[in-house]
């Protein structure tokens, strides 16, 4: 048994690292031992649970109510305010749609108002649910235009969101108006706080400028908000919270037609792990109040260095001032974030790059945690390194005719040999042995050209050569 934990920490050591504040995306680490300890224990010990039925697992009830409850106080919740503990952001996004489109059973082709910077788990719920998703491009400062979003709803729209803040450029859109076109119009509202809903309320406790976006804020119906990302829990825990029961109701699935038990379900999910919960509750108890808006103050802390040093690389800058923990880097043309990011990696760093959206260019993408905030020193040295290389490169050149040969190709009238073909041409059909070539700034820079459905086609084409079956080592 031995033996296949220490090839566990071998597979491991190819992972990025999940601790020590030098992964910024991904991952969120307090940089609380004793935290992470307790959440360990507490996800090891309710691993066989089954949050399938909670009256056999009463356990796993009480904690989700006391969980919810103390979420609810912590985003202004009016009495009636009820919610759900689900596997993630996604999930609770996918649930608050799902909600919404069955709550208006008669309609027949329902539609939400989506900014275009909503997290791309909205398109993942229109896509498994029908709803059409109406995108409305946002302003210059990277925040929805609510007089846009006004206008695009009509008959057919069951839902309006808005995201506080946004994954891509780390602003809060105006949440009061775009709940106010909700009560107008008599439907919902989300706000998706899946990253930010644990650092904001802090924010602002610490007299940081928050605008309003909780369920202080008429017209917000509900709001998803992750407990695996701010609130430093491990992995697979998020809250939809409602304002009342009745907007849940829909969310719930019971089906009494087949001879088994009546399969009773708050969440996509049926028979579900207690491990995630019981991790969440223990780690959230064990931080606390206190211990959390320490966390964001160090975080905040470490955000306030980060811009300050920023500004000090002149290839460099910052897209939307940022209204929390992330931020998107833009440069001026003298080098791509692609090569920063494959430099950033070399030297034991990861940021995220961001492909070109709606006519605007790529920007690397970073989250800060509270472990990272004691290193935002070593790491805007390291960042000027690679900025310092990245210059010296110069921009991954794309070869004019490749480049015309990706922006023509139509993903529909391709088949799997071509897919083959352009994976093996950029190194990603594993031919090399590893999952991924070593530097990634080609490869990126060919996708940035890319139209989305091409780009979407390819990742796809890739994740199918990547998953196939392997014969086992144990
Ligand atoms: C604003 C927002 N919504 C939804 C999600 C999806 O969350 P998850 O990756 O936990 O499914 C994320 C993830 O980063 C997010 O930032």
Redesign the pocket.
Known sequence: MTGLLERLEELRAHDLATHGGRTLAYVYDSGLADADEVGRRALASYASSNGLDPTAFPSLLTMENELVGNALRLLDAPATGVGTVTS????S?LLAVQAARDARPGLPEPSMVLPSTA?A?FHKAAHYFGVRPVLVPVRGDFRADVDAMRAAVDDSTVLVVA?AP??AHGVVDPVTDIAAIATEHGIRCHV?A??GGWVLPYAARLGRDVAPWTFAVDGVTSI?V?L??YAYTPKGA?LLLHRTPALRKAQFFASAEWPGYTMLNSTMQSTKSGGPLAAAWAVVGTIGDDGYADLTAQVLDGMDRLLAGLAELPALHVVAHPDSTLVALGTDGSCDVFTIADEMVSRGWYVQPQLTHDGHAPTLHLTLSAATAPHVEEFLSVLAEAVTVAVETGPVQVDPGVADFVRALDPSALSDDDFDGLLATVGMDGSSGSVLPERMAEVNALLDLAAPALREALLVAFLDRLSRPAPSTW
Not at 88 to 91: F, Q
């Open positions: 993630g952001g996604t999930e996004v997290h788990a995201s946004s994954y998706d899946c990253i998803s992750d695996h990302k998020s």
